[in-house]
């Protein structure tokens, strides 16, 4: 699990599996601080991979902040958190191994090729694969047991299946192929599956989760909003569980660079920022004014659809071989209160109860025209007057649908 004393962490680049891996850097720990050293072969590419900053130039660029572990934010952005890491320290500690006592770049190594996006890390140290099972109601059962502090027989298989998770909510990733056979594994699905992503409920989540982001993603999508092909995916024993497709995995063996707007802005999610942060980050990011307006419309449907869990992980960019950037998909959608009732991302100042001033404002300042302000404040509102309907086909509950259905009214009434 540990990297030989003084031994670069090998960053690369897989876009491909079947094709060679782009060498991007080495790094290494100093006092606690990464340093980071980019590779000939990636400043002659000009890809760039950390998004805005440490451009990639033939020097030591050490981490801007200790706010990531000291790691770099692009870096920071494969390992796992929430989640992940819950199911990655239990399995190191049947191993003899204190997560904890790990530096930044040796948990890294413990991503290896497993994490999100196409970032791979050599030599890597993650434990091999004990995948027992993949009933859903089971691993479910045993997500629970893991979340309430305790261990079952499957822990092995859930850190197995985590990958680079982030988030609270219990995942898995796993393989759909066009028959609906399932396949799982922690590294490239197999051929001919495309990848996916399982969710499962945290004790916080209404007991109807699953039908629940799947109405939303949904709605979303009725909204314009670009959204992952999602399903829900039937159990025995719940309303069903969330399954949504993975957008930096488009084809079998291939892998999207993918950059959050936290590692882009080096901004850690528990800090609040602004929607007008995310469009400045997309226009340099992306250089595309019709990304600025997939963000923008993405804002508006956070704020009439009461999606107040919008952090800074919650918005992502996309990286191809190319080096061209893409605002990714929209993703984690679903009602949520948000921290004391407010946004984590505000518009013009305002967080509890943002109006369509401030986001007439914040879209003119970044060059939309009144007409598609206007156009996509209708479209979401059109989309959003469906919910009981989308609700009720989705399986979410009775009372779900009469709680989520008042505080859109509220929102409403307020915007």
Do not use: C
């Given at each position: 699990?540990?990297?030989?004393?003084?031994?670069?962490?090998?960053?690369?680049?897989?876009?491909?599996?079947?094709?060679?891996?782009?060498?991007?850097?080495?790094?290494?720990?100093?006092?606690?601080?990464?340093?980071?050293e980019?590779?000939s072969e990636?400043?002659?590419?000009?890809?760039?991979?950390?998004?805005?900053?440490?451009?990639?130039?033939?020097?030591?660029?050490?981490a801007?902040?200790?706010?990531?572990?000291?790691?770099?934010?692009?870096?920071?952005?494969?390992?796992?958190?929430g989640?992940?890491?819950?199911?990655?320290?239990?399995?190191?500690?049947?191993?003899?191994?204190?997560?904890?006592?790990?530096?930044?770049?040796?948990?890294?190594?413990?991503?290896?090729?497993t994490?999100?996006?196409?970032?791979?890390?050599?030599?890597?140290?993650?434990?091999?694969?004990?995948?027992?099972?993949?009933?859903?109601?089971?691993?479910?059962?045993?997500?629970?047991?893991?979340?309430?502090?305790?261990?079952?027989?499957?822990?092995?298989?859930?850190?197995?299946?985590?990958?680079?998770?982030?988030?609270?909510?219990?995942?898995?990733?796993?393989?759909?192929?066009?028959?609906?056979?399932?396949?799982?594994?922690?590294?490239?699905?197999?051929?001919?599956?495309?990848?996916?992503?399982?969710?499962?409920?945290?004790?916080?989540?209404?007991?109807?989760?699953?039908?629940?982001?799947?109405?939303?993603?949904?709605?979303?999508?009725?909204?314009?909003?670009?959204?992952?092909?999602?399903?829900?995916?039937?159990s025995?024993?719940?309303?069903?569980?969330?399954?949504?497709?993975?957008?930096?995995?488009?084809?079998?063996?291939?892998?999207?660079?993918?950059?959050?707007?936290?590692?882009?802005?080096?901004?850690?999610?528990?800090?609040?920022?602004?929607?007008?942060?995310?469009?400045?980050?997309?226009r340099?990011?992306?250089?595309?004014?019709?990304?600025?307006?997939?963000?923008?419309?993405?804002?508006?449907?956070?704020?009439?659809?009461?999606?107040?869990?919008?952090?800074?992980?919650?918005?992502?960019?996309?990286?191809?071989?190319?080096?061209?950037?893409?605002l990714?998909?929209?993703?984690?959608?679903?009602?949520?209160?948000?921290?004391?009732?407010?946004?984590?991302?505000?518009?013009?100042?305002?967080?509890?109860?943002?109006?369509?001033?401030?986001?007439?404002?914040?879209?003119?300042?970044?060059?939309?025209?009144?007409?598609?302000?206007?156009?996509?404040?209708?479209?979401?509102?059109?989309?959003?007057?469906?919910?009981?309907a989308?609700?009720?086909?989705?399986?979410?509950?009775?009372?779900?649908?009469?709680?989520?259905?008042?505080?859109?009214?509220?929102?409403?009434?307020?915007?």
């Amino acid at each position: 699990m540990r990297l030989p004393r003084g031994a670069p962490l090998n960053i690369a680049l897989e876009f491909d599996v079947a094709r060679a891996r782009l060498p991007a850097g080495r790094l290494a720990m100093s006092d606690s601080l990464a340093q980071l050293e980019w590779s000939s072969e990636l400043i002659a590419s000009t890809l760039s991979p950390a998004g805005l900053y440490y451009p990639p130039e033939p020097e030591l660029h050490a981490a801007r902040t200790r706010n990531f572990n000291g790691l770099h934010g692009f870096l920071a952005d494969a390992l796992p958190e929430g989640w992940g890491y819950l199911v990655m320290r239990k399995r190191l500690a049947k191993l003899g191994v204190d997560i904890a006592s790990l530096t930044s770049a040796e948990q890294l190594a413990l991503v290896g090729e497993t994490g999100r996006g196409a970032l791979v890390f050599e030599p890597a140290t993650t434990p091999s694969d004990e995948v027992e099972t993949l009933d859903l109601d089971a691993l479910a059962d045993e997500a629970a047991l893991i979340l309430s502090g305790d261990d079952g027989d499957l822990a092995e298989t859930l850190a197995a299946l985590a990958g680079g998770s982030g988030g609270a909510r219990p995942k898995v990733h796993v393989g759909f192929d066009d028959g609906g056979n399932v396949s799982v594994g922690s590294g490239e699905i197999a051929p001919g599956h495309s990848a996916w992503i399982v969710k499962f409920r945290a004790p916080e989540d209404p007991i109807d989760i699953g039908p629940l982001e799947y109405a939303y993603a949904s709605m979303a999508r009725a909204a314009g909003i670009d959204v992952p092909d999602h399903k829900l995916l039937a159990s025995k024993k719940r309303p069903g569980y969330f399954a949504t497709r993975r957008f930096d995995r488009p084809e079998p063996g291939a892998r999207l660079h993918m950059l959050s707007l936290s590692g882009a802005i080096e901004s850690p999610p528990q800090t609040p920022s602004s929607y007008d942060t995310l469009l400045r980050a997309t226009r340099a990011i992306t250089r595309r004014a019709d990304d600025v307006v997939a963000a923008f419309r993405r804002m508006v449907f956070n704020v009439l659809a009461h999606n107040r869990d919008d952090h800074t992980r919650q918005h992502a960019f996309l990286m191809d071989r190319a080096g061209d950037w893409r605002l990714a998909p929209a993703y984690d959608l679903t009602y949520a209160a948000g921290p004391g009732g407010e946004h984590y991302l505000d518009i013009e100042g305002e967080g509890r109860k943002p109006t369509r001033v401030h986001v007439e404002a914040l879209g003119k300042r970044h060059g939309l025209s009144i007409k598609q302000t206007a156009t996509a404040i209708d479209d979401v509102r059109a989309a959003i007057s469906h919910w009981d309907a989308v609700a009720n086909a989705a399986g979410v509950t009775v009372a779900s649908r009469k709680m989520v259905g008042e505080a859109h009214t509220r929102v409403a009434a307020s915007f």
